[in-house]
């Protein structure tokens, strides 16, 4: 299992990945296709995203799912 946690920001996001065993690190990735598509080569069916309350949060579930 594996844990996200992403704060938004203007025109990029950052993601904490904590992995099973206790590990983590942080990666930046831009708000566009290219980012998107990293992002979600990132990834799995034991994967949960945790996002920041903002009022972006909604606009960034949306290109998520846009992109599937």
Do not use: P, W
């Amino acid at each position: 299992m594996r844990f996200l946690g992403i704060d938004l920001h203007t025109d990029c996001f950052t993601c904490c990945y904590l992995e099973e065993k206790g590990q983590k690190h942080i990666r930046t990735y831009q708000l566009g296709t290219v980012g998107i598509e990293e992002f979600r080569a990132t990834l799995g069916k034991d994967t949960y995203i945790l996002i920041e309350a903002t009022i972006n949060t909604f606009a960034f579930v949306e290109l998520l799912q846009s992109q599937q």
